[in-house]
């Protein structure tokens, strides 16, 4: 019955509204995607990452240890939970005897995809389309509140209905999960100046009223899937231990340095004001905190920092 239904809904949804162009990249990795099931509603997908049976999910879709889906075909894929990155808000699930050796995991695209560029997000009704509206703004992934470079996805359903969805390129790899919201004031000005510049005549496009999603750079999307490819199914993220409000001024302020951290071996400490990393401007900390998120662990940046009206630059290795 369920298989009827995924079938059903992907047929109203998705087909309808896809292109040729956008059915025939479903046809092609649909496979390599589960629809997750809770009780006898269908909530999201979990895509392949590895040919042992590894998926991955939004955490919004996974409800306690064990999990349920169904393939395209109608097969019934049983899942075991085996870890959550809270950081990205994605869980890993390893599906029991799984066998499908010919499925080919997805891989994660190389760069951010540009503004104007078509993607397809497959959600609990099935696949989409999407597209990115603008540039990337600082924000903060739903739940857990980390600070993100996060690139703006119009959808044309209401947002509600995109929760958990998971995107992908037009060439078949995987972008990512929906995952951010808009966090300060500032941070919500900044975007709404973006939209006013490059999406001022732009009512949407297709038929549908338009929503904006938020999804996480290929970076830090590798970077989870990485982890959980490895034996440990360990995702380190970047850090230099320090903690920062606004400056009112502009920049980051630090409070709290911790002691044999990267910001405390290069000397950073309470009271001083960073202004840049990697030559790029510090205007908040949600910037500076967005900015190493996306650094890789071991990566060397330049920092420029403020104490007493005195400017200093300085090399810091990111940790973990």
């Known amino acids: 019955m369920l298989s009827s239904v995924v079938s059903l809904a992907v047929g109203l949804l998705g087909f309808g509204q896809l292109s040729s162009q956008e059915l025939a990249v479903w046809k092609r990795i649909e496979s390599s995607v589960v629809m997750i099931e809770q009780g006898d509603r269908i909530v999201g997908p979990a895509a392949l990452i590895d040919a042992r049976g590894f998926f991955v999910a939004h955490k919004s879709v996974v409800l306690g240890g064990k999990v349920r889906g169904r393939r395209s075909n109608g097969e019934l894929v049983e899942f075991d939970a085996r870890a959550t990155d809270e950081a990205s808000q994605l869980v890993l699930l390893e599906a029991s005897g799984w066998q499908a050796a010919s499925v080919s995991p997805f891989t994660v695209v190389s760069d951010r995809e540009r503004p104007g560029a078509r993607l397809l997000a497959v959600i609990g009704q099935g696949p989409m389309r999407a597209q990115v509206s603008s540039q990337v703004v600082f924000g903060l992934v739903d739940r857990s509140q980390r600070a993100a470079m996060l690139t703006p996805v119009e959808f044309e359903v209401p947002l509600s209905q995109v929760a958990g969805a998971i ?45 904006t999603g938020y999804t996480l750079g290929p970076n830090v999307v590798r970077r989870v899937v990485d982890g959980f490819r490895s034996p440990g199914f360990r995702v380190q993220h970047p850090r230099i231990g320090v903690f920062c409000v606004d400056e009112p001024g502009g920049g980051a302020l630090v409070q709290t340095v911790e002691k044999g951290s990267p910001g405390y071996l290069i000397g950073l400490r309470t009271g001083d004001v960073v202004l840049a990393l990697d030559g790029r401007p510090v205007r908040n900390q949600v910037e500076l905190s967005s900015m190493i998120f996306e650094c890789q662990v071991g990566q060397i940046v330049r920092i420029t920092y403020v104490r007493d009206r005195v400017t200093t630059h300085a090399s810091i290795v990111v940790g973990t």
């Not at 808009?182 to 919500?188: C, H, I, K, Y």
Request: glycine share 14%.
């Open 167 to 211: 995107l992908f390129s037009l060439d078949g790899r995987l972008v990512g999960p929906i995952a951010g919201t808009l966090g300060t004031d500032s941070v919500r000005t900044q975007f709404e100046r973006n939209v006013a510049q490059g999406l001022a005549n732009r009512k949407s496009f297709g038929p549908a009223a338009i929503a």
